[in-house]
């Protein structure tokens, strides 16, 4: 269990995985079904972090991530056309809630074709939206147009920002940790702003 939780920690999985390691858990996330508890955001920060320490190589982390990035969601899009209605009766299991389903077609009600794109923005809608377009039949040439304008805006903008703060802050190190957990909290507030609403 312990080895299970390193892979929940954006900072011990890039610096033992390296770039590997971080392209899997965006492919991961974007693609399969159980991957909604990976770090996503908080991981793409931190390997921009670390490359402005010289521990990656930025150019390579950024294309590996928005090819990652695309490929996965396109393996949730053709999961989903595959196996279509029958998703949304299997039984609740540790890699498989049946609410994030609901939490996504929600989602895609409100903001329609460009979920694809807001989608990877906001944990867990970042894994099931591509396989809810896939049930729903969205024409795949549509669904990979803002498959790719998805995966190019998260895989170049997080990594990029985690660059910048490591390159013009003095001393940034000592506070990744905290700003990691501000952003995991950020990526949380459209889901705290779902449960509020349907709360009411």
């Keep these: ?37 990976f770090p996503g955001d908080s991981l793409l920060f931190t390997a921009g ?20 990035a695309c490929v996965g969601d396109s393996v949730g899009y053709w999961f989903g056309a595959k196996v279509g209605p029958k998703i949304f009766s299997r039984a609740d299991s540790l890699f498989f809630r049946r609410e994030y389903l609901e939490r996504t077609r929600v989602f895609y009600a409100r903001h329609g074709k460009p979920t694809i794109v807001l989608a990877r923005f906001v944990p867990i809608v970042r894994t099931f939206a591509p396989i809810l377009a896939g049930v729903g039949r969205m024409e795949y040439r549509v669904f990979l147009t803002y498959n790719l304008v998805g995966g190019a805006i998260w895989g170049v903008s997080l990594p990029l920002l985690g660059y910048l703060v490591g390159a013009i802050v003095p001393g940034a190190d000592r506070y990744l940790l905290a700003i990691v957990a501000v952003i995991i909290l950020l990526s949380f507030i459209p889901a705290l702003r779902h449960l509020r609403y349907n709360g009411k």
Excluded: C, R
Excluded at 19 to 27: A, C, D, P
């Design 49 to 68: 972090f670390l490359a402005s320490q010289g521990y990656l190589d930025l150019g390579l982390l950024i294309i590996g991530v928005v090819v990652a």
């Design 1 to 37: 269990m312990n080895n299970f939780a390193h892979w929940l920690d954006p900072l011990w999985l890039v610096q033992t995985a390296g770039l590997i390691g971080v392209w899997f858990v965006v492919f991961a996330e974007s693609g399969l079904f159980f991957g909604f508890f």
